[in-house]
């Protein structure tokens, strides 16, 4: 069975600084790999996902994740960000050819100050 | 436009009684889920459906119930047995294929 760990619970950063929350998986299969971020009181909201192809994935409001087989990661990366980033970000794994569930990390709250 | 709605957004009930929150989709779908949020905990798996009028228990389906109708809806009952049940609850559906799941906005219940 698949399984996500999100190293860090919580990341603070100042405002224009870069950021990276890392994500590691484990699976015996290919899979697909999404995060998500979730603004308080909101639902998930998907900011990228890798299929296949380049491992350098770009998502929305500048986010971007490097997919790496050799160490099953995907981590997320901004190059300068904003106090709007302050939320609560999932990485998810599912199993290529399997059924359509997610498998969730426990999330890392991403916290911007001025 | 298409999406899943989750109402209401915020609901309060005596402990207790049953309370059923409301999630529907309009993306034709076949697959909906049911989570719990708190804080600290990520999100957990409570009930699952992958066709209509079939359903399977996640990681914490107790005190939980669920039914598949439609399509198209989900409805999740918190019963009494459930001992803990003030929660952030979010609703989501997916497609097979390449996509993820799309998420509801989410029901706070509190219970008093």
């Known amino acids: 069975a698949q399984s996500v760990t999100q190293l860090d619970s919580q990341v603070p950063v100042f405002e224009e600084a870069p950021v990276e929350l890392r994500c590691n998986y484990s699976s015996s299969v290919s899979v697909y790999l999404f995060w998500y971020v979730q603004y308080p009181n909101q639902g998930l909201q998907l900011l990228l996902k890798y299929l296949s192809g380049s491992t350098l994935v770009k998502g929305i409001n500048g986010f971007e994740a490097e997919f790496n087989k050799s160490q099953t990661s995907f981590h997320l990366r901004k190059p300068s960000v904003h106090i709007s980033d302050t939320a609560e970000y999932f990485c998810?794994?599912?199993?290529?050819?399997?059924?359509?569930?997610?498998?969730f990390g426990k999330g890392t709250l991403l916290t911007v100050n001025p | 436009d298409g999406g899943i709605t989750q109402s209401p957004k915020y609901l309060f009930r005596k402990e207790g009684q049953n309370v059923t929150l409301s999630c529907e989709q309009n993306l034709n779908h076949d697959a909906m889920y049911w989570y719990r949020q708190d804080p600290g905990q990520g999100l957990r798996l409570i009930y699952y459906s992958q066709i209509v009028n079939d359903f399977q228990k996640g990681d914490i389906a107790e005190g939980y119930s669920v039914s598949r109708e439609k399509k198209e809806s989900f409805p999740l009952t918190v019963t009494s047995a459930q001992k803990n049940p003030t929660a952030f609850y979010l609703c989501?559906?997916?497609?097979?294929?390449?996509?993820?799941?799309?998420f509801g906005s989410g029901t706070r219940l509190t219970v008093v």
């Open positions: 989501a559906s997916s497609n097979r294929g390449q996509n993820g799941y799309t």
């Open positions: 998810a794994v599912r199993e290529k050819g399997s059924n359509y569930k997610l498998t």
